[in-house]
């Protein structure tokens, strides 16, 4: 007999909520270690996530007798408000020049693994939380409309990150669905306070 259950942690996305991030400080066999997480209040517009599946098909005598998939990270796009200078030397390993408070971004700065944290709203009002553990972004560039009879027009930051497995545990995502904002909101707060991947129950 089939089994039917109430999808309550099914409903669709309809609406970006909070996005913070953590530097990755160490990941190895034996150890794995994160920064502060930073948030940034009403920044996030748009998030997709793309898993990389590595497939392969075995076949004998002419017919297909086995197969293999296997995850391989993926790719992380996030559209952004924008970012400011701590913002870009974070998550680009640009620099700011101590004499001039100028931010530079060269050939030699290196780009940095961090955890990226977001959350979604679904269209009865729960909440889903994600977290990549171990993740390389890429700004896309920035292109800016002026303002003209038209009126004006927003422009804002994309993003693009590799996202992959941590050394230490094998992991490339964490991931709940469908906590209520209110009765969970603890839950919620916590997920964002540190870069741990697991989640509390409210109190």
């Known amino acids: 007999m089939a089994k039917v259950i109430q999808g309550t942690d099914r409903k669709s996305a309809?609406?970006?909520?909070?996005?913070?991030?953590a530097p990755l400080t160490t990941d190895n066999a034996d150890t794995l270690a994160y920064g502060d997480v930073t948030e940034i209040k009403d920044i996030?517009?748009?998030?997709k996530y793309t898993?990389?599946?590595?497939?392969?098909?075995?076949?004998?005598?002419?017919?297909?007798?086995?197969?293999y998939v296997a995850k391989a990270g993926g790719t992380l796009d996030v559209t952004i408000v924008n970012t400011n200078s701590a913002d870009e030397v974070a998550l680009f390993g640009a620099k700011v020049n101590t004499s001039t408070g100028v931010l530079e971004s060269g050939k030699d700065d290196v780009v940095p693994d961090v955890m990226c944290i977001?959350?979604?709203?679904?269209s009865d009002g729960k909440i889903n939380l994600y977290k990549f553990p171990k993740?390389?972004?890429?700004?896309q560039g920035e292109n800016v409309q002026t303002t003209d009879e038209?009126?004006?027009?927003?422009?804002s930051l994309a993003l693009q990150a590799n996202y992959k497995a941590l050394i230490n545990t094998g992991v490339d995502m964490y991931c709940v669905k469908g906590l209520d904002p209110v009765t969970d909101k603890a839950s919620i707060d916590a997920w964002f306070a540190t870069a741990s991947g697991v989640i509390v129950a409210s109190a």
């Open 44 to 47: 996030l517009i748009t998030t």
């Open 150 to 155: 038209n009126g004006v027009t927003f422009n």
């Open 135 to 139: 993740c390389k972004f890429t700004s």
């Open 14 to 21: 309809v609406c970006t909520k909070r996005f913070a991030y």
């Open 51 to 67: 898993p990389k599946m590595n497939s392969a098909s075995q076949y004998a005598s002419g017919v297909q007798v086995d197969s």
């Open 118 to 122: 977001y959350s979604t709203m679904t």
